[in-house]
């Protein structure tokens, strides 16, 4: 059962210089307990969506143009700031991608770890900063008696992501938005972060959105994938149909670029691919990645490639798809055993 | 922090050596005697004096008598001001100035600080645009023009308010205004400025994002981190205002020492701006320091351990 479903969202910034198209009509759902990776080159729209979610990007300059946002059914879309805050830190939490500066420099980690239990719970402050503490043992932080009251400058990157989740989970919500949350960190921490994020999703039954740079961490974290390209998903499923069924072109550069050598725990970042994305301020009329793709064809350049559903969950955006289109081989993807 | 402040207080020795050092000798590159402006007196008498003042000797030897006498705590006499000594002219100036320096400040640092932060919260509206004028305008119009205008308003057209002198409440009230406009203009534009870059940060998303609401997170998130330059400049702003403004106290004619200072350069009254000079020195270290440690209470991050 879906939990969040978003549907043909479009989100843009309305700047000086004109409309930034920054999302283009994304849908995806995500399941109860599960996790939906999102993945995609840099400025593909994946913050952007996510924190739309949220309404955290300010209006102005964001503006949502277009589509609904299903939260347990009901659109929020047309929700006013108030009645998202409460959704915020209670249904909905956010980890951000550097832990070194999402933090509040000037408050003693407790207290913002409190701040949460206090705003949405109805705890006394007393029990409240029990339960601070029992937040701070959950994410593998020892003496939370002593360490609540140092202040963030006092931690590593690794232990203030360790905060941050015990911020995001403090109020029981259920799901974790998680942008980019182990980019900033060192391999072995990454790895430790992504294991606590596992452990808390499987004990509270929590869903969980990860955008990520790291197609291991996919592998490794994943029930179901999107791949966003130039503000549009080209392509959703489970994990297992992205990864051993991939249909989009974008998709197939994705995964023809893991390296030989690769382990699916390394620090990967995605490959490049020859070219850069379009200008979202004046979007190609047809398929975005038209111009690096390898088997464009006339009609990729005149209009947008359709929806094609391989399945309930697999759904690929691409003229490929279309039963005219000529039968291409993907280019040689390299397979990895996952577990 | 015993080391720390052991540390500091060699440092502000140094320092105000150096001070009285640089200075005693620059003034002796100031072209004429103290005694050459006053009442034109005979070359020869103004030798006579010179002589009689010790300021005949060689420059080094003047140097070591004055250092001596000040690691005595004696500052000398004025040249100007006959039989006054430099300490008690200080202690009666200066006690003038510094409560007319806190007045403007009381009044100047909680209004700049409101200013800017309504003006950062109604950016881009009208509040913000009045904001921004009464800031620019505080900035570059001079003080002398503002307190003449008050002057001019309050005292010479509706006679509400005295106009100079310095003998209670009311004649401090156009004095404070006058002085506290500069105040009230740099902070308004320094907390603007500030609030605007602590609300880029993460941090700020990560309050969002935990459903606090808009007041909850400039309260306890925003001001908190805005003020942080706003503390840093507070030492010197502190030290100049209390040490009083030669135009505000020259136009509402207030015995302070602000005046001295200016009046003692122009006199060349040497122990006069030499002693003022140390007194400042002292003054501003002191309070660079108070604030340092403000600072620490402030922002955790250079909280001072060791
Ligand atoms: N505040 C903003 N103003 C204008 N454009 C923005 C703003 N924030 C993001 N964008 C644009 O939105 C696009 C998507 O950004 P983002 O979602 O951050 O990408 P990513 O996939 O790397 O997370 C980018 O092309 C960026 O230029
Ligand atoms: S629609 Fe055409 S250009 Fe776009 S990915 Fe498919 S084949 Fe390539
Ligand atoms: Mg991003």
Not at chain 1, 126 to 146: C, D, H, Q, S, Y
Not at chain 1, 162 to 176: E, F, T, V
Not at chain 2, 111 to 132: P, Q
Not at chain 2, 189 to 202: F, G, I, K, W, Y
């Amino acid at each position: 059962m879906s939990i969040l479903e978003v549907k043909d969202l479009r989100v843009s910034f309305h700047t000086y210089a004109g409309k930034v198209q920054a999302v283009r009509g994304v849908s995806f759902s995500v399941d109860k307990g599960k996790t939906l990776a999102i993945v995609g080159e840099s400025g593909c729209g994946k913050s952007v969506t996510v924190q739309t979610i949220m309404k955290l990007t300010p209006t102005p300059p964001a503006f949502i143009e277009e589509g609904s946002i299903l939260y347990e059914g009901t659109d929020i879309v047309g929700y006013s700031e108030k009645q998202m805050q409460k959704l915020r830190g209670k249904e909905f939490s956010m980890i951000f991608q550097d832990p070194m500066t999402s933090l509040n420099p000037t408050m003693r980690v407790g207290r913002q770890i409190n701040e949460n239990i206090l705003k949405h719970m109805t705890l006394s402050s007393k029990e409240a900063t029990k339960r601070t503490m029992e937040m701070m043992r959950l994410v593998g932080i020892a003496n939370p008696e002593i360490n609540m009251l140092r202040y963030p400058h006092t931690y590593s990157g690794g232990m203030r992501q360790r905060i941050m989740i015990a911020m995001g989970m403090a109020a029981n919500p259920k799901i974790l938005f998680a942008d980019e949350p182990t980019t900033a960190l060192d391999v072995t921490t990454q790895s430790q972060i992504l294991d606590l994020i596992n452990d808390l999703k499987k004990q509270f039954q929590m869903a969980v959105v990860l955008i990520t740079h790291n197609l291991g961490v996919v592998a490794r974290m994943a029930d179901s994938v999107a791949v966003m390209y130039a503000g549009k998903v080209v392509e959703t499923g489970t994990a297992r149909e992205v990864f051993y069924e991939p249909k989009h072109p974008y998709t197939w550069g994705l995964l023809n670029s893991i390296p030989d050598t690769a382990n699916m725990n390394g620090n990967r970042e995605l490959p490049a691919i020859p070219g850069t994305p379009p200008d979202l301020f004046a979007p190609p009329k047809g398929c975005a990645f038209a111009a690096r793709c390898p088997y464009a064809m006339k009609a990729c350049i005149k209009a947008q490639p359709e929806e094609t559903c391989l399945s309930d969950t697999h759904k690929v955006s691409c003229h490929l798809l279309d039963p005219r289109a000529p039968k291409v081989e993907p280019y040689h993807v390299k397979r990895q055993k996952t577990e | 922090m015993k080391r720390y402040i052991a540390k500091r207080l060699v440092i502000s020795v140094i320092t105000i050596w150096a001070l009285a050092t640089f200075s005693f000798f620059l003034l002796k590159t100031l072209p004429g005697n103290p005694f050459q402006t006053e009442q034109l007196l005979k070359p020869e008498i103004q030798e006579k004096m010179m002589s009689y003042y010790g300021l005949d000797k060689p420059y080094f030897e003047q140097y070591l008598t004055y250092m001596g006498n000040l690691l005595h705590g004696d500052m000398g006499y004025s040249f100007k001001y006959t039989n006054r000594s430099v300490w008690d002219i200080i202690m009666q100036t200066f006690p003038i100035s510094a409560d007319l320096g806190l007045r403007s400040l009381a009044i100047g640092y909680p209004v700049g600080l409101l200013l800017g932060t309504i003006a950062a919260r109604r950016r881009g509206k009208k509040a913000d645009y009045l904001c921004v004028l009464i800031s620019v305008l505080g900035v570059s119009v001079p003080n002398f023009v503002i307190g003449s205008l008050l002057q001019w308003v309050f005292g010479v057209k509706t006679g509400l308010l005295p106009i100079a002198q310095w003998k209670g409440f009311s004649y401090s009230i156009l004095p404070t205004i006058t002085l506290s406009i500069a105040t009230i203009a740099s902070l308004t534009r320094t907390m603007r400025a500030s609030m605007l870059e602590v609300e880029n940060q993460d941090y700020m998303k990560t309050a969002k994002a935990k459903g606090l609401g808009e007041k909850e997170i400039v309260w306890r998130h925003q001001l908190r981190n805005a003020m942080i330059p706003i503390v840093t400049g507070l030492g010197p702003a502190v030290a100049t205002t209390l040490m009083g403004s030669f135009i505000v106290e020259q136009l509402f004619s207030i015995p302070g020492i602000g005046k001295h200072f200016t009046e003692s350069v122009q006199a060349l009254d040497y122990t006069m701006v030499l002693g003022l000079t140390i007194f400042f020195g002292v003054f501003l270290v002191a309070a660079n320091f108070i604030v340092d440690i403000l600072y620490g209470i402030i922002d955790p991050r250079i909280r001072i351990t060791d």
